[in-house]
């Protein structure tokens, strides 16, 4: 997985790219924990409750379902993050989806149930691109750390932030 540091860059990134116009402080910073909800899951592991079961690491809660049914809770909210349910469900549900799509980047874990519960299946994109992130703040200090953030820093952070800044640019000039 990448870091809990890094799954905020896409809700950040589209936050920034659709502007405040649109997206809500407010449901900025749902769409930002909808994006690092998913791994909560890992409390599992003092419960006995293995990886590689439904209810593991990158099992249930980082499926589409599980993106989807954020996206309903926030819809729910609708009148405190000042935003109509439509735009409250695609930007939660996308931020919380966004959470398993990097995860199957990674080189390494069991992959992701993105379909659970339809299908316990755990997937990998045929190109893992991410360095994955150890599961314990303490694997993450170090030499091992630095790569893990040097990776997410060349495939999440820069390409988000690019795209935020050239979404941006293109509403300016069509605005002008």
């Known amino acids: 997985m990448p870091t809990i540091i890094t799954h905020p860059a896409v809700p950040l990134a589209l936050g920034l790219a659709l502007g405040r116009g649109l997206i809500s402080t407010r449901l900025m910073w749902a769409g930002v924990a909808a994006s690092v909800i998913p791994d909560l899951d890992v409390i599992g592991f003092r419960f006995g409750i293995a990886y590689g079961d439904a209810w593991g690491h990158r099992g249930a809660t980082h499926s589409l379902f599980f993106a989807a049914a954020l996206g309903c809770a926030a819809t729910m909210a609708r009148r405190w993050f000042r935003a109509p349910a439509w735009l409250c469900f695609v930007f939660v549900a996308l931020c919380a989806a966004s959470h398993g799509l990097l ?67 293109i509403r300016h000039k069509r605005a002008t």
């Open 103 to 169: 995860d199957i980047l990674t080189n390494g874990g069991l992959g992701v149930a993105l379909f659970w519960p339809f299908s316990e299946t755990r997937y990998f994109f045929p190109v893992r691109i991410i360095e994955v992130s150890p599961l314990s703040i303490r694997g993450v200090i170090g030499e091992r750390g630095f790569s893990v953030f040097g990776s997410e820093l060349l495939w999440v952070w820069l390409p988000a932030i690019g795209l935020a800044i050239l979404s941006r640019f």
